[in-house]
Structure formats: C-alpha cells, structure tokens
C-alpha cells in the first residue's frame, strides 16, 4: 500500500512540474512534508539552484516551534520563508504542492505565507 500511495505521488508531481516552472522573476516556492516535518524550498530553475529554503528543524526556529500543532508550524513556516524572500526582493511565487493535495499543512503553509507578504 506505500509504495502505491508514493507512486501516487510522484505521478501527481510530475503532472504538476509539466505546468509549474519558476524562473527569477517569479521563483517556485516547493513544498516537501513528511510524518513529522516541514521543508520549503524557493526555487529557481533558470538557475537551477536553490534560493531561500526553511524547514521547522532548523535549530533557530525549533525552539519557537515546540508545543504547537503541526498545522501552526506549517504556517509559521509560511510566515517565515515569505520574511525571507521579501528580504532577497522576491515578491512573487509559483506555488509547487509537489504533489500533495492542498489540505492541512500545505495549505496552512501557503496561507502562512501570504500572510507574510508573498503573492502567488
């Protein structure tokens, strides 16, 4: 049942990267979530390179984050990765899902995100 439900997945990813690209206009803001945590990555692929990235263990952030919900890291995530960018002069995103459905963390993640400032 695993490896269906990651085949699954993939499958969605690449359906999605087909009609999702970034460049260094408007970079690709990409999510990865596992059981317990959080990665976001502003990606540009004119480049080919990674911009900004954030992720909730990182050691600064984690003490911030401990004791909340999954779904509040994912937005404060947000909140922090758009910081970021605002910082670097980026305003606008693609949002990459990576194939995930845009339920839960990921769309607490996106919303944490325009909160903090970012368009897409």
Same mark, same amino acid.
């Given at each position: 049942?695993a490896s269906s ?36 990555q502003v990606i540009?692929? &004119?480049? /080919? @390179? ?9 050691? =600064? ?5 401990? !004791? %909340? $919900? ?25 949002? &990459?899902? /990576? @194939? ?9 993640? =996106? ?5 903090? !400032? %970012? $368009?897409?």
């Amino acid at each position: 049942m695993a490896s269906s439900k990651i085949d699954a997945r993939i499958k969605r990813k690449k359906s999605i990267r087909k009609r999702v690209a970034g460049n260094g206009d408007r970079p690709r803001l990409s999510v990865f979530r596992s059981a317990k945590h959080i990665y976001v990555q502003v990606i540009d692929d &004119d480049k /080919n @390179g990674t911009v900004i990235a954030a992720s909730d263990i990182e050691p =600064a952030l984690s003490e911030s984050l401990k !004791g %909340l $919900k999954k779904k509040d890291r994912a937005k404060k995530i947000g909140k922090v990765v758009a910081e970021r960018c605002l910082k670097e002069g980026i305003e606008k995103v693609v949002f &990459d899902r /990576n @194939g995930y459905i845009y339920h839960g963390r990921v769309s607490a993640l =996106a919303d944490g995100a325009r909160e903090g !400032g %970012l $368009k897409f």
